[in-house]
């Protein structure tokens, strides 16, 4: 079955930027529908970034411009880079990934059978 791994999260001030990275196994990552969540405290989880496996991408409002959602063919990882970070990005932060041939609503967390563990971001201003 599909396994996946998030790489530890971090800290960083405002306008900094941050990668993280989940290292797929079980399956290679280019044929997954894949995404990245993220859960506040208090809050409802909420996508942040989705990509098909065509390749389709997706960002939330609150991101587009700012992280880009991405695969490592060679490592099998599922990657996000963040940039221009803001308090309001500080959240943990879940990969996720999918075998289905495609995905309606690829920003419902329904939709992905595997998950990470997570990982925290923190932003302080």
């Known amino acids: 079955s599909v396994r996946l791994v998030n790489s530890p999260g971090g800290s960083v001030q405002a306008g900094g930027s941050l990668r993280l990275s989940c290292v797929v196994s079980?399956?290679?990552?280019?044929?997954?529908?894949v995404a990245w969540f993220r859960q506040a405290p208090g809050q409802q989880r909420e996508g942040v970034a989705t990509?098909?496996?065509?390749?389709?991408?997706n960002y939330a409002d609150s991101v587009k411009g700012r992280f880009t959602i991405s695969r490592d063919s060679a490592k099998n990882t599922l990657d996000l880079q963040m940039s221009n970070l803001k308090p309001e990005d500080t959240a943990m932060y879940y990969c996720?990934?999918?075998?289905?041939?495609?995905?309606?609503?690829?920003?419902?967390?329904?939709?992905?059978?595997?998950w990470g563990q997570g990982t925290q971001v923190t932003v302080s201003s």
């Open positions: 990509q098909g496996r065509f390749g389709d991408t």
């Open positions: 079980g399956f290679t990552v280019d044929v997954l529908s």
């Open positions: 996720a990934a999918d075998g289905t041939w495609t995905i309606p609503n690829p920003f419902a967390g329904a939709s992905y059978n595997y």
